[in-house]
């Protein structure tokens, strides 16, 4: 045990709370997600208020237990497979990851926000610099909110995985709302928490839209419930979001991965369908 998580652990340390995924007994949980009304209000998962939801440990959440609970159940790790993981979370780099045998590459835009795990790399994840079909397994999670090309970003997710490749891929999702709400426009960190749930995101995502984007890059998109993937596991089941759906992406064989509605040199734009390479080049209408 690291020397900082054994102080952690011993400063904590009590009979309310055991963490599922660190196992530490502890006597509080921290309260990381603010509590903004209108993301109440839209029915948000994924980044919905909860408090003392967060282990001071290992910093498990509701949705980081949902992927342990994946991980552990459903798909598990297979030694000498190659991970992406980005913006990784402690808990599952530490109880989940560091130990497996897999070929693990952590990796953010900033790797100096994880003191805690050794060698991230810096990746910005709209230009993953790996060549095609590299990983058994990409988690994405909590990331595609906060970037400007979301759709750029997934079609990466989307090349860099292999054709039996699974992505785990969680945003908030706004259940209440029919449309993702979003405006690059907005650069006010109040009314960025105020509209899209936090400081520095950039959109709210409604569920269909979400899953169309995803579909759009290329990716078979599956809505998987909480209460499926933690299956007969009550102390799970009591710690996950009932209303959470793992968003979980799979390579569509056959798709043709391009730049879609992009202007070319040439001053033409052109969509591509799955499955189809653009046949012509259309002239831009606007
Ligand atoms: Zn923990």
Known sequence: MQFREAVKRSWYFGWKYRCVICGAGTRKRMTIVADVPEMTEKQVVGAEYVPSDDCPICYANRRSRLVYAYLTRMRPLRPGEVV????????????????????????????????????????????????????????????????????????????????????????????????TDEDLSVTDPAERERRFGQFDHLRLYAVRDYAARLSEAGFDVELAPSREIVGPRRDLSLDVNPLERLVIGRPRLGTVVRPSAR????????????????????????
Do not use: W
Request: proline content about 11%; some cysteine; hydrophobic content about 40%.
């Open 263 to 286: 202007l070319t040199p040439g001053g033409v734009a052109f969509r591509t369908r799955p499955g189809l390479r653009p046949s012509r080049a259309r002239p831009a209408s606007a």
């Open 84 to 179: 992406l993981h980005f913006a990784p979370e402690l808990s599952l780099y530490r109880f989940v990851f560091r130990r497996s045998g897999v070929k693990y590459h952590p990796a953010d835009l900033n790797p100096a926000a994880y003191p805690e795990i050794p060698r991230v790399e810096p990746v910005d994840v709209t230009a993953i610099p790996y060549p095609d079909k590299t990983f058994d397994l990409i988690l994405c999670n909590h990331v595609l909110e906060h970037v400007a090309d979301d759709r750029r970003a997934m079609r990466e997710l989307r090349r860099v995985l292999k054709d039996d490749g699974v992505a785990l891929l969680q945003v908030p999702l706004a259940l209440a709302l029919e449309d």
